[in-house]
Each structure stands twice: as C-alpha cells, then as structure tokens.
C-alpha cells in the first residue's frame, strides 16, 4: 500500500492550495480517507476527512470548516484537500491517512496506512 501526497508549497497568507493523494494498492473505496497536518514541536492533528463509498460524510477540524474542503474520486483512487484562505498558522507538514471501512474518527492511531506528507508553509 503506497499514499503519495503532492501538491504542498510556499504560499502568502490569504492564497490557495490543491492537494492531491494518490493511492494504490488498495481498495480505495472502502477507506476513510483523511487528512492530518503536524507542525513543528506540535502534535499531529486531524484536518478532515471523508467517507468511503458515496463520500458525502465529510469532517473537518473547526480551525479549517468554511476555508478548506476534502472530496474523492474512487475512480482515480485520489482524494483532495482543497485549502482556501490560507494562514500562517495552516503551516505544518500535511499527511493523507487511510481507515479500512472507517466512519471517520480525529484519532491518528484508528488510521493503517499513512503517506509521508507534503509541506505546506504560509507566510505572512
């Protein structure tokens, strides 16, 4: 099983970014599929998530709800992370987690499969 995000970049505060993870190896559509970001000296922390399937139960953090939106395409076994409005404090490494046939929990360890994140950094 292999997660690839891609996508992160260098951005000023107020832009947006696309990110993309790309799976394989997997049944993609029968994982949950989220979203964590970890800054530096911080924990790593749920962004959002989406459900398996029909992909309409969406969660996110309440620091990200009306800028950033999650969506899936099980055909292309991806899912996205659009982030809108952007803050310096959104800087963090973000990572794609995948939860076989999960409903969607906040706790990492729930999470089987992980990528090795891409680098989102927002300056002011």
């Known amino acids: 099983v292999q997660l690839v995000e891609s996508g992160g970049g260098l951005v000023q505060a107020g832009d947006s970014l696309n990110l993309t993870c790309t799976a394989s190896g997997l049944t993609f559509s029968r994982y949950f599929m989220a979203w964590f970001r970890q800054a530096p000296g911080k924990e790593r922390s749920f962004v959002s998530g989406i459900k398996w399937g029909g992909g309409e139960r969406r969660l996110y953090a309440d620091s990200v709800k009306g800028r950033f939106r999650v969506s899936r395409d099980n055909a292309k076994n991806e899912v996205y992370l659009q982030l809108n409005n952007l803050k310096p404090e959104d800087t963090a490494t973000y990572y794609c987690?995948?939860?076989?046939w999960g409903a969607g929990t906040y706790h990492s360890p729930s999470y089987e499969y992980w990528g090795q994140g891409t680098q989102v950094t927002v300056s002011s």
């Open positions: 987690a995948a939860d076989l």
